[in-house]
């Protein structure tokens, strides 16, 4: 079993910052392929970013790319995502996730561990 729990979320004013943290536990977690997703208010989980089991890999979101980063820090066992320059549309539930098979996807199919969401409120 991967536990997996986030952190971090809060509300904040657009234009600001915010860095979401996901602490894992429970297997490997140098091997997983790690995600974020997010889910707004009457809308489908939506893929965010993605990290490879090394690190060196990463994928985002067109919604997202160059304002989120998303980064693991392995001696922690712990994934983190760096939102900068928030917008109000910005404002979900943020989803952690694993594929302990190790591969990468933008899918949410793929991933088959989640986290219990942390949510982020960006005012106007």
């Known amino acids: 079993q991967v536990q997996l729990v986030e952190s971090g979320g809060g509300l904040v004013q657009a234009g600001g910052s915010l860095r979401l943290s996901c602490a894992a536990s429970g297997r490997t977690f140098s091997r997983y392929t790690m995600g974020w997703f997010r889910q707004a208010p009457g809308k489908e989980r939506e893929f965010v970013a993605t990290?490879?089991?090394?690190?060196?890999?990463?994928y985002y979101a067109d919604s997202v790319k160059g304002r989120f980063a998303i980064s693991r820090e392995y001696a922690k066992d712990t994934m983190y995502l760096q939102m900068n320059s928030l917008k109000p549309e910005d404002t979900a539930v943020y989803y952690c996730?694993?594929?302990?098979?190790?591969?990468?996807?933008?899918?949410?199919?793929?991933?088959?561990?989640w986290g219990q969401g942390t949510q982020v409120t960006v005012s106007s």
């Open positions: 990290i490879n089991w090394s690190g060196r890999s990463t």
């Open positions: 996730a694993a594929d302990t098979a190790g591969r990468s996807s933008s899918s949410s199919d793929y991933y088959n561990y």
